[in-house]
């Protein structure tokens, strides 16, 4: 039983390009969320989804995009990469009666230069 | 979801209970509140949870006031590893999405 599994764990992007943060779940958890956590700031939420063909914008959407095909899987792509998307990313799952609480992966660390 | 409250930092001492404040005094009545840590660059851990009875895990307990406006955390056995930002949240519905806060900067003293 894996968890909440990230990849890649740093990355970093030059302004403009677009690239795929993955996130992949074995739980069968119906909701996945992205965060997105700025140095010494909290999480902040960005995309969400309660099970797959549904996602919803978070806090801060702009920029991004995800898509749920299956339940496994919550991929979060950059359009076109911009220096103040520079943060540490987190993917996490929960199951819908939340009592277990939401699991969080270990974070993709990017830098956009 | 219900705003939350928590002081910016606060010191405990290794092996003491460390108490940690939450008010969240608009929560409304289908409202849980959930408590997680995040230690250093890890992602964040979920810790407890609770509508309106106190709650008691492995990890830590959680009691809320009758009136639910403040919720404490306690860790009863603080050790050097508890050293974490403790968050407190509100969330409408057990498995819905979370909105973080600032949390709570906790130190673990030898």
């Known amino acids: 039983n894996a968890g909440v599994t990230q990849t890649p764990k740093f990355q970093v992007l030059k302004t403009g390009q677009s690239m795929t943060l993955q996130c992949a779940q074995d739980?069968?958890?119906?909701?996945m969320s992205w965060y997105r956590q700025d140095p010494g700031m909290g999480l902040r939420l960005i995309h969400y989804?309660?099970?797959?063909?549904?996602?919803d914008q978070g806090e801060v959407p702009n920029g991004y995009n995800v898509s749920r095909s299956t339940t496994e899987d919550f991929p979060l792509r950059l359009l076109s990469a911009a220096p103040s998307q520079t943060s540490v990313y987190f993917c996490?799952?929960?199951?819908?009666?939340?009592?277990?609480?939401?699991?969080f992966g270990s974070g993709t660390r990017l830098t956009v230069v | 979801d219900a705003k939350t409250t928590q002081p910016t930092s606060m010191d405990c001492a290794e092996g003491r209970a460390a108490n940690l404040p939450c008010n969240h005094s608009?929560?409304?009545?289908?409202?849980?509140v959930y408590w997680y840590r995040q230690i250093h660059s890890q992602g964040p851990q979920y810790i407890i949870h609770?509508?309106?009875n106190n709650e008691t895990n492995e990890m830590a307990s959680l009691i809320i006031t009758e009136d639910r406006k403040s919720s404490t955390l306690i860790l009863p056995h603080a050790t050097l590893r508890d050293t974490a930002v403790y968050y407190c949240?509100?969330?409408?519905?057990?498995?819905?999405?979370?909105?973080f806060g600032g949390g709570t900067r906790v130190l673990v003293k030898p």
């Open positions: 996490a799952s929960s199951e819908r009666t939340g009592n277990y609480g939401y699991t």
């Open positions: 989804s309660v099970g797959a063909g549904i996602t």
């Open positions: 739980m069968n958890h119906e909701y």
């Open positions: 609770g509508l309106k």
């Open positions: 949240i509100a969330s409408r519905a057990a498995g819905n999405k979370l909105t």
């Open positions: 608009t929560i409304s009545g289908n409202e849980y």
